[in-house]
């Protein structure tokens, strides 16, 4: 039986191409044609560059230039669709031999492709002169044959093909009695034809066996072989190699041999057991997490699930498989969980839920994730998780009743001690003036008698100055007599005066409605803000502002100076304290700032004192 090679390439799954010294197609088997939709005459004679997409078409270039290469490119079908594909190139004497395979099936087309390799040693001189005979027939067709064609045509050039796309094919002659190699087998074996009894040692006794009793049957039976078998290579390293090959029989149909090819498994086989370890140890690792873990398949039956997620429905593992979801878990319960799983399985993304699952009496949190088929489930019992967090805000909320009222408290203390000084103190020291202008008038023009007397006046006034401002910082009367917008601009006028800045005040022609808590701790936020201006801003200028909008009053102090990070670590009390005096009434702090931007600080708390209010933060 003989073989044309043209035909072979012509028949070879994978696509072929003979090019020219400028990269011209002059050949182009059916495989091309399909993967491209093209027809002989729109590619034969044309660029092959033209047919590699834009963006691939530098580095194919480049490669063409030089020695054999592999790449992987995109080339555009008549349509002008990509087509991915592995490329490898082999220089011929008079141009190029390209191979294009389809990545997705490049495993398939190779044994393919080997498997379609017929021709033998012995027939070679046989195969050469039908292919003159070929070359002639069809230059007369289409006028297309050219030297690089027939050079493509030969047995040299079908070589190259074979080892461009990485092929080793074998033949098993029955007359002769031997096996010729084709293509890559040196990759796989690292020994060359004449080396066929080290090949055939390499190989281990129970596979050779197999092998040979395979071949065998093969010719007997007319049936293909395929087993892997363990070979040797010359560099000690011991190869799992895909055997796989077909009878070729002559024109009386006996079988005169075996035609296969070789495809070296070891990377795949190896890649399969480290899937296999990964798998056995990510198992291992589900097994023992915390969370329960569940896999849902599309028809909603439960394909696995882990020891901690049966044990959260009061099950055992084995009781759970192929049960479907309605049947675990009753209608009319459970629902918020039902419509986050039907999204994921139809809208194919992650999504998170938590609700309250009343048949169990436990609060349960999901996280849905889309798989390949179906849905993966990971549950947590976060029950009592959730009673600390209650247990934690009822306390917080507590705490913070408790330091109001304590607050209230101390207000109202201060607001005695500073009445008791204002009156008690006050009144002593008027008392005091009064008794030194008396002796003033008695002592006369004595000057023994006259420059003490004014000493002790002076002293006297500076007592009560002294007396005036203890009572005002530990309660303003105008407070409690004119209200909170009149007690902020006295307070900023007196600091303006005493700091040097310029204090620009904007507040409500009438007082704002406020209860007394809320009026002192805003005043108390003003003082804090003020002194802080003051003592580190370095400022010429502060815009003070009250507002009132149902249901908060808000202040702010914004200032010029020269700003701060609020968020960086400080053990400043100052705005501890405006944070807790805020949110001690249900109020909030906020507290804008950076370096050379100034500072702005916000008060706002609610009009009612509500310690059940929720302290968030709205536009004043």
């Known amino acids: 039986m003989t073989v044309d090679p043209l035909a072979l390439c012509d028949a070879a799954p994978c696509a072929l191409f003979a090019l020219d010294g400028k ?141 461009s796309a990485g092929l080793a094919t074998w033949h098993w002659d029955a007359a002769l009695g031997g096996v010729t190699l084709r293509g890559a087998y040196e990759d796989y074996f690292g020994f060359r034809p004449e080396n066929m009894i080290e090949i055939r040692e390499g190989i281990a006794p129970d596979d050779r ?195 109001a009222r304590m607050q209230v408290a101390r207000e109202e203390e201060a607001k005695r001690i500073a009445r008791e000084i204002h009156d008690d103190l006050g009144q002593a020291l008027t008392v005091l003036k009064m008794d030194l202008a008396r002796l003033r008038s008695r002592a006369g023009a004595d000057p023994a008698l006259a420059e003490p007397i004014e000493q002790m006046d002076r002293v006297v006034d500076g007592a009560v100055t002294t007396t005036r401002r203890i009572a005002a910082d530990l309660r303003p009367a105008i407070l409690d007599d004119l209200g909170l917008a009149a007690a902020i601009a006295w307070h900023a006028q007196q600091v303006s005066e005493r700091a040097g800045f310029e204090v620009d005040v904007d507040v409500p022609p009438s007082d704002v409605s406020v209860d007394s808590a809320g009026a002192i701790v805003l005043y108390r936020v003003l003082q804090e803000a003020l002194t802080n201006v003051a003592r580190h801003a370095r400022a010429s200028h502060v815009t003070i502002t009250l507002r009132e909008r149902a249901p908060h009053v808000t202040l702010e102090v914004k200032d010029d100076g020269r700003g701060f990070d609020p968020d960086a670590p400080t053990r400043s009390f100052g705005l501890l304290g405006m944070r807790e005096r805020t949110a001690s009434v249900g109020g909030m702090l906020e507290i804008e700032s950076g370096q050379g931007r100034g500072t702005l600080v916000r008060a706002q708390v609610p009009r009612k004192l509500s310690f059940e209010a929720s302290p968030t933060l709205v536009d004043p």
């Open 23 to 163: 990269t011209r197609i002059l050949f182009a088997n059916r495989a091309s044609l399909s993967m491209l939709g093209a027809v002989p005459s729109q590619l034969l004679g044309t660029p092959f560059l033209d047919r590699v997409a834009p963006g691939h078409r530098e580095i194919v270039s480049e490669a063409l230039g030089h020695a054999a290469f592999t790449l992987d490119a995109l080339l555009l079908n008549k349509d002008g669709d990509p087509v991915a594909v592995s490329l490898r190139g082999e220089p011929t004497p008079s141009g190029w031999s390209v191979v294009a395979e389809d990545r997705a099936i490049e495993l398939e087309l190779r044994t393919q492709l080997a498997t379609a390799r017929e021709a033998t040693e012995f027939q070679l001189a046989r195969a050469i002169e039908i292919s003159n005979r070929n070359k002639e027939l069809l230059a007369a067709l289409d006028g297309e044959a050219t030297l690089s064609t027939r050079t493509f045509r030969t047995e040299e050039g079908l070589e190259r093909a074979l080892r």
């Open 209 to 403: 066996d197999a092998l040979w009793k395979a071949a065998d049957r093969s010719r007997r039976e007319k049936v293909p072989i395929d087993l892997r078998v363990h070979i040797r290579s010359r560099d000690g390293v011991t190869r799992l190699v895909r055997v796989a090959g077909v009878p070729r029989e002559n024109y009386r149909g006996e079988v005169v041999g075996v035609d296969g090819s070789l495809v070296d498994e070891t990377e795949r086989e190896r890649a399969q057991t480290d899937l296999a370890h990964f798998d056995q140890e990510l198992r291992v690792l589900i097994e023992g997490m915390s969370d329960g873990v569940s896999f849902i398949g599309r028809d909603w039956r439960v394909r696995y699930v882990n020891r901690k997620g049966a044990e959260l429905v009061g099950r055992r593992p084995g009781e759970l498989g192929g049960m479907k979801l309605a049947e675990l878990f009753p209608s009319g319960a459970g629902e918020a969980f039902r419509r986050a799983q039907r999204k994921v399985m139809t809208e194919r993304i992650p999504v998170e839920v938590e609700d309250r699952y009343e048949p169990m009496g436990r609060t349960i949190v999901q996280r849905i994730y889309p798989a390949d088929d179906g849905i993966a489930i990971f549950f947590q019992d976060v029950t009592e998780a959730r009673r600390r967090e209650e247990r934690l805000r009822f306390s917080e909320q507590r705490l913070r009743e408790l330091g």
